[in-house]
Nanobody
Framework: QEQPMESGGGSVQAGGSLRLSCTGS????????MGWFRQVPGKEREGVAS????????YYTDSVKGRFTISREDAKNTVYLQMNSLKPEDTAIYYC????????????????????WGQGTQVTVSS
């Protein structure tokens, strides 16, 4: 099964910024909706942000609104997650995912909406 591929994770101090990238084949990139999720050990995977192809509707979990921005660059088959004003509680493995169907308000940040998942990239924010 084809997978998206994440990059850009790393370690940063609180208040800093990171930009995650998610790339994929045309098969992956042209899925109707692309999303970013995160997970820490012992907790459920959490939806962070998602974006619909073409329509460019975006969805964010409340804790990242105003700090994170999801965007697409079609020429590079890449979806970005710009993360600013990072906090220690943002520390997690971040995953990129692709969905066959358009995302909607009710399911844009729900893991079961998505069909293809990357391997993840670690983000660590120190205080």
């Amino acid at each position: 099964q084809e997978q998206p591929m994440e990059s850009g994770g790393g370690s940063v101090q609180a208040g800093g910024s990171l930009r995650l990238s998610c790339t994929g084949s045309d098969y992956i990139y042209n899925r109707k909706c692309m999303g970013w999720f995160r997970q820490v050990p012992g907790k459920e995977r959490e939806g962070v942000a998602s974006i619909n192809t073409g329509l460019l509707n975006t969805y964010y979990t409340d804790s990242v609104k105003g700090r994170f921005t999801i965007s697409r660059e079609d020429a590079k088959n890449t979806v970005y997650l710009q993360m600013n004003s990072l906090k220690p509680e943002d520390t997690a493995i971040y995953y990129c995912a692709a969905a066959v169907f358009w995302c909607r308000d009710t399911d844009a940040l729900v893991p079961t909406t998505y069909n293809n998942w990357g391997q993840g990239t670690q983000v660590t924010v120190s205080s």
